[in-house]
């Protein structure tokens, strides 16, 4: 009987991908998934070192799995808190067998197809020639993975980050910024469409609209060559090939005038935009790009161009230096832009980061207080944006039974569209909203003279 491996996925979607990645090593190793944790004989633990909340959730679900498995089953500890706190985590967890950081270059250069460490390390067989043989040393990036579950699917074009956010740890241990090839990237679309099931394709790095800047040897904020970034002609080729594509993550002042018409052009009018604050000042001591002002600006002319886009921001409340002010700022620029989703977060002190070092840290408490006012503000125009769509009809996609998406939700990330349960996963339809739960919205089917009218999506 072929080895079972559990496979445990915490943090973000970019984690996600390198988590169907792994999967998909050690299926070309002759593993197979377990439906229970505690049937498996290899138990993976991929994590998330982003803030202290993270880490402790990652460090409860190793402990947790670390009971629930049978004996003599091994238990391996992956990801950002494995890169970020290798040894340390070792020594602390006596329960785990191994600590294995994804580690090694995550070039997308061409190299022999060496069995990759982590495979090794997590006990598969290296992957076989065929679609494997692109597999460069360790490039997580570049191993093949299993055909998708949902009818929509993550896709990792780059690695690392090149910029110097005063909060951010993460360019400390996922290092300097690394892309894929648009051939790599494409090939792993069609290979994800192969089946003809994918219908929506959601594009994720850690700095999305730098992608493939660093091939050109160009910074962040560099003068891009030629006409576009990199990212404008990739984001055509990939909606060429899938009904919807989507972008997650995008710094804002890469938001040029390209970008935006690129990503109008696939039917999905979605803006993910890293804002973070919009406090000048601040956001000089978070060492980024922008204030409240010009990021207005870009969102009105957006909804110039298309009215229905939806838009997405999240917010660090209580980076240091943070002063009331500052905290007015925020709340009276997010009753003015009105955006749809939005995520708050309190600042969290990582060690080594700009941030770290600051004066002026602001008590948790009085961090916790602005990010409870901030949320009560967001709530009510969240709610309020939503409640616009009753009555309406638009076009979803069905995700799994009863479940659904128009292009305003990412997947994962924002709410959802309750529908029958009798639609077909991995279909389009349309649909008329007629209530909402929560962030929810709850449409049926609409009658067959509405399809015909009903917001249309580009595919
Ligand atoms: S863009 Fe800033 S916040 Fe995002 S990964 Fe890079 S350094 Fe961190």
């Not at 005063?166 to 679309?189: D, K, N, W």
């Not at 700022?329 to 969290?348: C, K, M, N, Q, Y």
């Not at 990010?371 to 969240?382: G, K, P, V, Y």
């Amino acid at each position: 009987m072929p080895e079972r491996y559990w496979l445990e996925t915490l943090g973000c979607p970019k984690n996600q991908v390198d988590s169907d990645k792994l999967a998909g090593t050690l299926a070309a190793g002759g593993l197979t998934p377990a439906d229970d944790p505690s049937r498996a004989d290899l138990v993976v633990v991929n994590t998330c070192a982003f803030i202290e909340a993270a880490r402790q959730e990652s460090v409860e679900t190793v402990l947790s799995l670390a009971d629930a498995r049978r004996d003599g089953a091994r238990l391996v500890v992956t990801g950002c808190m494995a890169e970020r706190y290798g040894d340390e985590l070792a020594r602390a967890l006596p329960e785990v067998d191994l600590v294995a950081p994804f580690g090694a270059s995550l070039t997308t250069t061409a190299a022999p197809t060496a069995p990759a460490p982590v495979a090794v390390a997590l006990g598969a067989k290296p992957a076989p020639a065929g679609p494997a043989e692109r597999v460069p040393d360790f490039d997580l990036l570049n191993l093949a993975r299993p055909p998708a579950a949902a009818p929509w699917a993550y896709v990792k074009v780059a690695e690392g980050c090149d910029r110097t956010c005063g909060f951010c740890a993460i360019p400390s241990f996922r290092g300097r910024q690394c892309s894929r090839t648009p051939e790599a990237v494409l090939a792993e679309v069609e290979e994800l469409a192969g089946g003809g099931r994918l219908a929506e394709v959601v594009l994720v790095a850690q700095d999305l609209a730098s992608y493939g800047l660093d091939r050109g040897g160009v910074r962040p904020d560099g003068p891009v060559r030629g006409a576009a970034r990199p990212l404008v002609d990739l984001v055509r080729a990939v909606s060429a090939r899938v009904p919807w594509t989507r972008l997650l993550y995008l710094y804002p002042s890469a938001l040029d005038d390209a970008l935006v018409e690129a990503v109008l052009a696939t039917g999905v009018p979605y803006f993910d935009l890293s804002l973070q604050h919009v406090s000048r000042p601040l956001l000089r001591r978070m060492r980024r790009w922008g204030d409240g002002e010009r990021f207005l600006g870009r969102i009105v002319s957006i909804r110039a161009a298309e009215p229905s886009a939806a838009l997405r921001s999240s917010f660090i409340v209580g980076y240091p230096g943070e002063t009331e002010e500052d905290h007015d700022a925020l709340l009276e620029w997010l009753a003015e832009a009105r955006l749809d989703w939005v995520g708050f977060f309190p600042f969290s002190r990582e060690p080594g980061t700009h941030a770290d070092g600051l004066d002026g840290q602001v008590p948790a408490a009085l961090a916790a207080e602005r990010l409870r006012e901030c949320s009560e503000l967001q709530d009510a125009i969240t709610a309020d944006r939503r409640d616009q769509l009753l009555g309406t009809t638009i076009e979803v996609l069905v995700d799994a039974p009863g479940e659904a998406r128009s292009v305003r939700e990412a997947p994962e990330i924002d709410g959802v569209v309750l529908v029958p349960r009798t639609l077909p996963v991995g279909s389009f339809a349309e649909v008329v909203v007629e209530g909402a739960q929560g962030p929810d919205l709850v449409a049926t089917p609409a009658p067959a003279a509405d399809r015909a009218v009903a917001t249309g999506v580009g595919r």
